[in-house]
């Protein structure tokens, strides 16, 4: 049997994200050093601030990551598996898979977040549209000046651009026969043209990093090809997602290819987890969000 971890993006953050591991002797200095990053204990930042704060560009995708790099570092699967991550996930995904250690992928994760702010329109976001074929979606967008931002299975579309485009694109959806259409809590357009401006100085800094090779048994998907990264070859389709449709429905077709049978979603979220158990019923699926501890999580790593 061959696991794949698979990598959370923005959007599932929750107060209690970090519940099942806080005390863990494991997730302790990733989240000391998620603190640093966010300029204060973490934990008192999910009890205290609000929604807006919460939501944040930079807050959300520094949490994010540091949920997954928590929750893989707790697991520490000792067989081999690949592991691939989902927008900022990706990031996520670089960490868990040893190319950097957990304060480096995180001071990487918040120089991406800073550059997209930097880059995008204060007014920019995303939304989603379910059901139709992607050349309507195309059609869409583009009458809007939005861009799909992902391509999932089962004609599932993320599109970004000015959030009242997104929400203008969104109706004209659902007029059109769209199953459902909205725009959702994301507040920069990932992974679309509007962010080109970011991926310089984020390239400067991934080549800055001097990326390892992936830790022995750890094989890392890229998202923005599907094919294997095998250190800083990796870079510049990492730097470029930022501003270039991701195709995540391409992603995971790729694991599957490579004998992935078990799959387990590290969160926030159920999200993909969700998305993977619709599109390949005969798989084994799981998010770590499914358990009531970490326990229960490494029995079915491990049984």
Not at 146 to 152: G, W
Not at 263 to 287: F, H, I, K, Q, W
């Amino acid at each position: 049997m061959t696991l794949a971890l698979l990598c959370s993006g923005q959007g599932r953050q929750s107060r209690e994200m970090f519940a099942l591991f806080a005390d863990a002797p494991a997730a302790a200095p990733i989240l000391a050093a998620a603190s640093a990053a966010l300029g204060q204990d973490v934990q008192a930042f999910l009890e205290t601030a609000g929604d807006a704060a919460l939501y944040a560009n930079r807050t959300s995708q520094i949490l994010c990551v540091a949920r997954g790099l928590a929750a893989a570092a707790c697991l520490a699967p000792t067989e081999p598996f690949l592991v691939a991550g989902y927008s900022v996930g990706e990031m996520t995904a670089w960490g868990v898979a040893g190319l950097w250690p957990a304060e480096q992928t995180l001071r990487l994760t918040a120089i991406r977040a800073e550059a997209m702010d930097a880059a995008g329109g204060r007014d920019d976001g995303l939304g989603f549209v379910r059901g139709l074929p992607r050349d309507r979606v195309a059609a869409l967008v583009d009458r809007f000046d939005c861009a799909i931002a992902i391509v999932n299975p089962g004609l599932l579309f993320v599109i970004g651009g000015a959030r009242d485009a997104v929400e203008r694109c969104c109706a004209a959806a659902l007029e059109g026969g769209a199953h459902s259409a909205r725009p959702i809590a994301v507040h920069v357009a990932s992974h679309t043209p509007r962010l080109s401006a970011a991926v310089p100085s984020f390239r400067a800094a991934l080549e800055a990093s001097e990326p390892r090779r992936p830790s022995p048994g750890r094989t890392l998907i890229g998202a923005a090809d599907a094919s294997i990264v095998t250190g800083a070859r990796g870079i510049a389709g990492l730097a470029a997602q930022v501003c270039t449709t991701v195709d995540w429905a391409a992603t995971l077709d790729a694991l599957v290819e490579r004998g992935v049978d078990r799959v387990l979603e590290l969160g926030p979220g159920t999200a993909l987890a969700d998305m993977v158990r619709s599109a390949y019923p005969l798989l084994d699926v799981r998010a770590v969000d499914d358990f009531r501890g970490m326990a229960g999580v490494a029995a079915w790593v491990t049984r």
